[in-house]
């Protein structure tokens, strides 16, 4: 998630310390991060309640990202 990449590069945190937060490893957190894999429920929980941010707006970048993505091809 973008907007995840920015929050983190703002409090000068790595991949490596929020891969550790959620529990996943540093690659599976970059995956996530720059939109190859998806993250679970709970490590959005997680980042929003660390970075006190709204799930649901979290979602929502999400999918205007997506949709932005459909409508190029």
Do not use: H, W
């Not at 309640?49 to 949709?67: A, H, T």
């Amino acid at each position: 998630m973008l907007r995840l990449k920015d929050l983190r590069k703002k409090k000068n945190i790595t991949q490596r310390e929020i891969a550790a937060l959620i529990n996943v490893t540093t690659s599976a957190y970059s995956d996530k991060e720059n939109m190859r894999r998806g993250f679970k429920g709970y490590e959005v929980v997680i980042l929003c309640e660390f970075f006190n941010v709204n799930p649901g707006d979290v979602y929502e970048f999400r999918q205007k990202i997506r949709e932005m993505q459909i409508s190029d091809k």
